[in-house]
């Protein structure tokens, strides 16, 4: 009788736990670097308002660590990264269905477990990246750059080389063909 309470307390445990975990957000709890004066300075707020281009799920948190932002309003480019606790198919849908509205042009689209999608706007691509996570909602990747083949033809990104006059990676043209 007592081993089968033990065995249920233990149970009980450690599924509390378990949901505990899935709480958690990844902070970082080392110290951070001190202000001018003195005090401890106040970590960057993460907030999408700043990306008027592209949805972005409500309740989504952005993973400052993964994300590499340049740029601001609708000329930004880099990485951005969030993890939200809508399921990866709700996402994929929530893209396919908002990007169009946001002036986006679809290139490509792969859906699975991992989802790639590639859209263009202007001389902008934009490629989203949708995980789904083994427990609990998913993991999204959006990317945003220059158009390589714009740059092949003088834009502004600087000419036909990457990494300047003695960079020695072509951009070359890029061929689209659709998906069949």
Request: contains cysteine.
């Amino acid at each position: 009788m007592k081993s089968n309470l033990f065995r249920l307390l233990m149970l009980i445990a450690g599924i509390l736990f378990g949901l505990s975990m899935m709480g958690c957000t990844g902070q970082n709890l080392a110290a951070s670097p001190a202000g001018e004066d003195g005090k401890p300075a106040a970590a960057p707020v993460a907030s999408f308002s700043q990306f008027s281009d592209i949805p972005v799920p409500a309740g989504a948190t952005m993973d400052m660590e993964r994300s590499l932002l340049l740029g601001t309003g609708e000329e930004w480019t880099g990485r951005l990264s969030y993890e939200t606790s809508t399921e990866g198919a709700r996402v994929f849908d929530l893209y396919k269905a908002e990007m169009p509205k946001f002036g986006w042009t679809e290139l490509t689209v792969i859906r699975g477990d991992r989802s790639i999608m590639t859209y263009q706007r202007g001389q902008r691509i934009a490629t989203i990246e949708i995980k789904t996570r083994t427990f609990y909602g998913s993991a999204v990747s959006v990317t945003v750059s220059p158009n390589a083949s714009s740059t092949a033809n003088g834009g502004s990104y600087g000419g036909s080389t990457y990494g300047g006059a003695s960079g020695s990676y072509s951009s070359g043209s890029v061929s689209r063909q659709p998906l069949r």
